[in-house]
């Protein structure tokens, strides 16, 4: 059995309706009565082989086999960065990002609630992993996107799934704004992470990065930070293992932003409110968001974990990017090597230790933003069709 539990007040809801918050404001997440067991873990890697802690009662999954992704030893990083890098590439996922572990429970869930259409606004991965969850369900998909913001193999997606686009005058926090209005108004169903039900899918990713790393916990996890649901998801995840005694720590959750899109960091180091950014920018235009709504859950992940927030500039995080690339043949999108650059600059500032392991997650795939990807590594050399031409121009 599961219910909805305010993370403010405790308020308890049964969750048989749309609701995305507590009467009280606060954020609402996902409790169950049964503790998990390693032993109750069946089928392939994947967010469905944990259905015994994913909130689905009687609906069947909509999948299009979610998880699973690959962990990689970034040998030659950890050699340069000078301490032990591993990488989760969410990016493998069906639509290329980590929202599908996501959208298979919410658009599962949105199916057993009885819900006729579903929305999100987006900054480009959620609205992929929407349209094509809706499309496998069958259940209208629409799209709320800041114009001319989201890169350009994101919004082919979106349209490819047939799922009906909006372009707002506008930013992400407004864009989303207008969609939580409309929800309350009947319009749809939310699937950006205020859901609760979507967060479930996306804590499997704590589970599967414990079991390919045969259980051995990392010292600290560190992923991008957006509208910062992902990392109070995984690190919902852990505290599930750790209040079941399936693991006896949990990894330090540090989040990375970008410089100009960094209010929940400046909250950290103020210790006090968080200050959205009325017009945050950066090259990161997944996590181009000045008010992230999960703000009060990451803060708790990182607070009661020991772990911390930083931001990189766009260089660092282009050149992490780059790195990845070229190092390890993991090609991730510019938001995604966030991650990469935090660790150089918590390494360099003394708040990560050397002797620490670590795994960044890298949430969305290089081909997600060709334009982004050719800024960052360089044009091609054009010579005449000849064999001494091309001779010449190689190195
Ligand atoms: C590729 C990518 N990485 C990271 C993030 C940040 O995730 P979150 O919004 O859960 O903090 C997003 C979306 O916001 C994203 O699309
Ligand atoms: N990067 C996100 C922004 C929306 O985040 P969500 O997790 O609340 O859906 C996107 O891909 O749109």
């Not at 990392?218 to 930070?225: G, M, N, Y």
């Not at 690339?325 to 500032?349: F, H, M, N």
């Not at 050399?381 to 031409?389: G, S, Y």
Request: hydrophobic content about 40%; overall charge negative.
């Amino acid at each position: 059995m599961t219910w909805l539990q305010c993370i403010e007040c405790d308020e308890r809801y049964s969750g048989g309706e749309p609701r995305y918050t507590c009467d009280c404001g606060g954020l609402l997440e996902v409790r169950y009565e049964e503790i998990p067991s390693r032993s109750d873990f069946t089928g392939p890697l994947g967010v469905w082989r944990y259905s015994s802690i994913l909130p689905l009662e009687t609906a069947d999954s909509v999948t299009l086999h979610e998880g699973g992704t690959p962990l990689y030893d970034a040998g030659k990083l950890s050699d340069e960065l000078g301490v032990d890098i591993h990488v989760k590439h969410e990016g493998m996922n069906p639509t290329c990002s980590f929202k599908d572990r996501g959208m298979t429970v919410g658009v599962s869930k949105a199916i057993e609630l009885g819900i006729e259409r579903v929305a999100c606004a987006s900054t480009g991965n959620t609205s992929a992993a929407l349209s094509a969850y809706g499309a496998a369900a069958d259940i209208p998909a629409v799209v709320l996107l800041p114009q001319d913001k989201v890169a350009m193999g994101k919004v082919a997606q979106a349209l490819m799934h047939g799922a009906e686009l909006v372009e707002l005058d506008g930013n992400f926090d407004e864009c989303l704004r207008i969609v939580r209005d409309l929800a309350d108004e009947g319009f749809f169903y939310v699937l950006n992470s205020i859901n609760p039900y979507r967060l479930e899918g996306q804590k499997t990713i704590a589970f599967e990065l414990l079991e390919q790393l045969n259980w051995e916990l990392p010292d600290r996890v560190v992923l991008p930070i957006g509208n910062a649901g992902n990392i109070s998801a995984i690190y919902k995840g852990f505290r599930e293992f750790y209040h079941a005694g399936i693991i006896e720590e949990i990894p330090m959750m540090t989040g990375v932003q970008a410089e100009g899109a960094s209010p929940l960091v400046g909250a950290l180091q103020k210790s006090g409110p968080l200050e959205p950014f009325e017009s945050p920018e950066t090259k990161a235009t997944a996590i181009r968001i000045g008010d992230p709504v999960n703000a009060p859950k990451a803060r708790e992940a990182i607070g009661e974990t020991g772990g911390t927030a930083t931001s990189v500039t766009d260089e660092e995080l282009m050149d992490a990017q780059v790195k990845l690339a070229q190092y390890e043949g993991i090609g991730v999108e510019p938001a995604s090597a966030t991650s990469v650059a935090g660790v150089r600059k918590l390494l360099d500032e003394g708040v990560i230790d050397s002797t620490e392991t670590i795994a960044c997650v890298t949430t969305g795939h290089v081909l997600k933003d060709p334009d982004a990807a050719l800024e960052a590594s360089g044009d091609t050399v054009k010579t005449d069709a000849t064999r001494e031409a091309v001779r010449n121009a190689l190195n």
